[in-house]
């Protein structure tokens, strides 16, 4: 078994290094590809350096599964490419995630959809794994008519720049940056680029990608995305409409007996999640959990997970994990 990492300097790709590691995920070779920057530098893995390759010579390697953290650009014009030796690509961009012929997969949630044929398989974006990782069980127990979202999310969703930017200012140095305002003591109610509707990108895969993944396009999505000061993780207010009532204390017991989710709900000792005590772990935490008294059959919560863990890393090794349960690579 041979695995490569397409990304493996950045911020997504070194948290794979780790979580291949921490689980101990079964493979003979490992190669780390990044840009021609990096090619040459070594990067330590189980404590053996491993140096840098690039893109073009990884293919001739033609690992079996290939997990790509690149960005869209580079996932674009060489996914195909490894495809085409036989590799199965795990990406983590954008790219493919809303093609028509490419499943967009949350182990937890859809994995069985997988075949052989998935030679290209899509990571969701970070903010949608979270919060669907909470929705999919109330969705099948109660039918979800509509969701209202607002994220506060952390820099290091936007990538190595980003957290530097941060650091920087609060360290009142000088640098590059990574968004078009200060950062520090700020909140930027922009993620992603705007389309044409007012909508950032970002907002817009928590609406797309949502409906993908609970395979139900009759779900109403309307989402807020904010940039602010912290690095450990993505937290999201969740407002959810019902079709049928529901019992406040029957959807903590659900929640809590979801895989990969971590009810933390106890507002007499102030228990709620933070991004502070989600960071470096692979759970999505949800606490708040309250009936919305405004209006019948609908619940608020919040929902908070490392985005580099179960928002990217965690999920793509997951998915590679999965392929190789079930003999699919
Ligand atoms: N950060 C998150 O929470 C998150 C969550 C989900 C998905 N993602 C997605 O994951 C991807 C990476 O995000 P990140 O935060 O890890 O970004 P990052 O820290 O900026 O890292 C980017 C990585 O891509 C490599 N790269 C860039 N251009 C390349 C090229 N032409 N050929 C080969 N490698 C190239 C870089 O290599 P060099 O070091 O050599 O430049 C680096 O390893 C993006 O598509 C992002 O949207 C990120």
Same mark, same amino acid.
């Given at each position: 078994?041979?695995?490569?990492? =397409?990304?493996?300097?950045?911020? =997504?790709?070194?948290?794979?290094?780790?979580?291949?590691?921490?689980?101990? $995920?079964?493979?003979?070779?490992?190669?780390?590809?990044?840009?021609?920057?990096?090619?040459?530098? /070594?990067?330590?893995?189980?404590?053996?350096?491993?140096?840098? !390759?690039?893109?073009?010579?990884?293919?001739?390697?033609?690992?079996?599964?290939?997990? $790509?953290?690149?960005?869209?650009?580079?996932?674009? /014009?060489?996914?195909?490419?490894?495809? /085409?030796?036989?590799?199965?690509?795990?990406?983590?961009? +954008?790219?493919?995630?809303?093609?028509?012929?490419?499943?967009?997969?949350?182990?937890?949630?859809?994995?069985?959809?997988?075949?052989?044929?998935?030679?290209?398989?899509?990571?969701?974006?970070?903010?949608?794994?979270?919060?669907?990782?909470?929705?999919?069980?109330?969705?099948?127990?109660?039918?979800?008519?509509?969701?209202?979202? +607002?994220?506060?999310?952390? =820099?290091?969703?936007?990538?190595?720049?980003?957290?530097?930017?941060?650091?920087?200012?609060?360290?009142?140095?000088?640098?590059?940056?990574?968004?078009?305002?200060?950062?520090?003591?700020?909140?930027?109610?922009?993620?992603?680029?705007?389309?044409?509707?007012?909508?950032?990108?970002?907002?817009?895969?928590? =609406?797309?990608?949502?409906?993908?993944?609970?395979?139900?396009?009759?779900?109403?999505?309307?989402?807020?995305?904010?940039?602010?000061?912290?690095?450990?993780?993505?937290?999201?207010?969740?407002?959810?409409? $019902?079709?049928?009532?529901?019992?406040?204390?029957?959807?903590?017991?659900?929640?809590?007996?979801?895989?990969?989710?971590?009810?933390?709900?106890?507002?007499?000792?102030?228990?709620?999640?933070?991004?502070?005590?989600?960071?470096?772990?692979?759970?999505?935490?949800?606490?708040?959990?309250?009936?919305?008294?405004?209006?019948?059959?609908?619940?608020?919560?919040? !929902?908070?997970?490392?985005?580099?863990?179960?928002?990217?890393?965690?999920?793509?090794?997951?998915?590679?994990?999965?392929?190789?349960?079930?003999?699919?690579?």
């Amino acid at each position: 078994m041979k695995i490569a990492i =397409v990304g493996a300097t950045g911020l =997504v790709g070194s948290v794979m290094l780790k979580v291949l590691e921490e689980r101990n $995920f079964p493979m003979d070779e490992l190669l780390l590809v990044a840009s021609p920057r990096s090619v040459g530098k /070594e990067i330590p893995f189980k404590n053996k350096p491993i140096k840098v !390759i690039g893109i073009p010579e990884a293919i001739e390697q033609k690992p079996n599964i290939a997990l $790509f953290s690149a960005g869209g650009s580079t996932s674009i /014009e060489w996914a195909p490419k490894f495809a /085409e030796v036989g590799t199965t690509v795990i990406d983590n961009s +954008s790219a493919w995630r809303m093609d028509l012929d490419k499943k967009l997969v949350v182990p937890e949630i859809n994995a069985n959809q997988l075949s052989k044929e998935d030679k290209i398989i899509a990571n969701p974006n970070c903010s949608t794994i979270q919060m669907v990782m909470a929705l999919a069980p109330l969705h099948k127990k109660y039918k979800m008519k509509r969701v209202v979202v +607002s994220t506060y999310q952390s =820099v290091s969703g936007t990538g190595v720049k980003a957290v530097e930017q941060l650091e920087n200012e609060i360290a009142g140095k000088k640098g590059e940056m990574a968004y078009p305002y200060p950062i520090a003591k700020n909140a930027i109610p922009h993620c992603d680029v705007f389309e044409e509707t007012g909508y950032t990108k970002e907002e817009m895969k928590l =609406v797309r990608e949502t409906q993908k993944i609970l395979d139900d396009k009759t779900i109403a999505v309307t989402a807020t995305a904010v940039r602010i000061p912290t690095a450990g993780g993505h937290s999201e207010s969740v407002n959810i409409e $019902f079709e049928n009532d529901f019992d406040v204390t029957d959807v903590r017991k659900l929640l809590s007996e979801t895989d990969g989710v971590i009810v933390q709900d106890n507002i007499d000792v102030n228990t709620y999640p933070m991004p502070m005590y989600a960071n470096g772990k692979d759970d999505v935490f949800v606490g708040r959990i309250r009936r919305d008294m405004s209006q019948p059959n609908s619940l608020n919560m919040w !929902i908070v997970s490392d985005n580099l863990r179960k928002g990217a890393a965690t999920n793509t090794v997951q998915i590679a994990e999965y392929l190789l349960a079930n003999n699919l690579v």
